[in-house]
């Protein structure tokens, strides 16, 4: 992940932690530096389920407080100091050991944290606070991944590097008919630009609405056994409104078998298919992150950090696009917007 990273950020972890994870985390603190958090976490924030490492620079306290949350906050640890100065660039690696998590900032040994808690349990990376973060990276022989699901990098269009978790896999679509959503639609509204964990199925308008330049985010877990599940850039919120983008991942549908079905729909009439794909990203059970960028002549589409396909508009103009609608056999853990 590259730079302006929005804080506060919370990124779900594939496949959680092991012995010889490197959490690789670079950024600043803010000039006006009075605390921030690094936190290794169950849940998506420190709110939301037990935390194994809570990692808090206090600038006005001269110390960096570790602890872990269990149901309730732990014995703090303050020794070694303040490493982070107010507008200085750090470098933080969180290497996960057997015993513990080995900290050093910029390159040197800062310090050891215990275990307090099983390891297993972190699936998510949040951080809070009076920082800029502009990279985040798991590496080592512990980093998540799914061997055989992805296929090896090809340069690909360019996308400008964001928020965005480790990688996963993705699956294929096909026009849905009417009445997917339902008397029971769902509409989420956006405080933050983030919406966490929203009952499927979703339809929330997109803060600021949709051009060149904007970027959805979408982390979700197709169905173990599930079939399909759709995503959709919609003119409105209706369940008839058009829509800009029909982006039907199928794993077994009809006659489709692991494919992605792009289309349009205008007046209730879907348009033309397309189906090529160099390689079918998702994988039932499997998380997934997607990201749909605005160009000013089409829709590129990548799935785990890396390209997937290219959607010449149909709609215009494309300022029409106001709403994302996920449906179908997947839960969502996380749609954010830059």
């Known amino acids: 992940m590259g730079n302006n990273i929005n804080v506060p950020y919370s990124g779900f972890i594939n496949g959680g932690v092991r012995d010889g994870t490197d959490v690789v985390i670079s950024g600043r603190p803010s000039h006006s530096f009075n605390n921030f958090s690094i936190n290794l976490c169950s849940g998506p924030n420190i709110d939301s389920g037990d935390v194994a ?6 600038f006005h306290q001269g110390h960096v407080v570790r602890n872990h949350k269990q149901g309730g906050w732990g014995a703090e640890e303050t020794a ?7 507008g200085h660039v750090f470098t933080l690696n969180m290497e996960v050991k057997s015993h513990g ?7 040197r040994h800062f310090c050891d944290f215990t275990h307090r808690m099983a390891k297993e349990s972190i699936r998510y990376l949040f951080i809070t606070g009076d920082v800029h973060i502009s990279y985040i990276n798991f590496r080592g022989a512990g980093a998540p991944s799914y061997p055989g699901v992805a296929p090896p990098y090809q340069p690909g269009p360019s996308y400008p590097v964001g928020p965005s978790p480790p990688s996963y896999p993705p699956a294929g679509g096909y026009p849905a008919g009417p009445g ?12 933050s630009g983030q919406i966490y ?31 399909r599940f759709q995503v959709n850039l919609a003119c409105g919120f209706m369940e008839s409104s058009d829509l800009a983008l029909h982006f039907d991942a199928r794993f077994n549908f009809g006659s489709d078998f692991n ?21 079918f990203p998702f994988m039932p059970g499997a998380n997934f992150e997607m ?14 950090n890396q390209h997937f396909i290219e959607f010449m508009h149909r709609i215009q103009p494309i300022q029409r696009i106001d709403h994302v609608q996920v449906q179908g056999e997947v839960s969502i853990s996380q749609i954010r917007f830059q």
């Not at 997917?180 to 405080?191: A, K, L």
């Not at 970027?215 to 079939?227: A, D, E």
């Open 197 to 227: 964990n929203p009952v499927v199925p979703v339809n929330t308008p997109i803060p600021g609405g949709f051009y060149p330049g904007k970027i959805i985010y979408i982390s979700g877990t197709p169905y173990p056994g599930g079939s």
């Open 101 to 107: 998590i080995k900290i050093l900032v910029n390159n």
């Open 53 to 58: 490492l809570h990692f808090n620079p206090r």
């Open 291 to 304: 990201m749909l960028l605005c160009e000013p002549h089409c829709i590129k589409v990548a799935v785990n």
């Open 259 to 279: 494919v992605v079905v792009r289309t349009h729909r205008v007046n209730g009439q879907y348009g033309s298919e397309e189906k090529f794909q160099n390689y």
């Open 180 to 191: 997917q959503f339902g008397p029971g639609v769902v509409v989420s509204h956006v405080s």
């Open 80 to 86: 070694g100091g303040m490493p982070f100065r107010p």
